[in-house]
């Protein structure tokens, strides 16, 4: 008789839908933090990675930045999205939107970084604009210019806070 070992956690199906942009992101912010004391960020934990047995996390990245020269620091959250379609961001794709907002009261910036990936092209667009945008079934991003990479497009929002 063979002994099986029957793993204790069963990967989700679901769990390496948007990885590739999870992953660039990854990517633009290691870079961005390396080799700095005053810029930090953590990955947050997958829900769907865990099989849905762990409370969804904020979004996808954490970030912190003091400027070396500026009274005021940055914190706040980015979630990162993998969509098909060019240039429209569906809304059941950001449930995490309250929680965001939540953030930004709270004086955090909060960032949606969309991959249209049939595009191979970045658009990075805010959680406030957002919450006061958009009809009932998506948001129209086509007035956002479109990016070759991550950090082209984060840098588009704000060059301050994700310049190298």
Known sequence: MTNKIIPSFRKSKFADRGKVAENAANKFLSEWAGGHANREFNRLVDTKAAGRIIKASKADFEFFYQPTNGLYGFFGLLEVKETEHEYRLARAKVSQMPSLIK??????????????????????????????NGDKGSWNLVTFPT?????????????LLWAL
């Open 147 to 159: 990016f070759d990479t991550p950090g082209e497009a984060l840098r588009s929002v704000n060059f």
């Open 103 to 132: 953030r930004i009261k709270c004086g955090g910036t909060c960032h949606i970084l969309v991959h249209h990936s049939t595009l191979g092209k970045w658009r990075c667009v805010s959680a406030a604009w957002l919450r006061d």
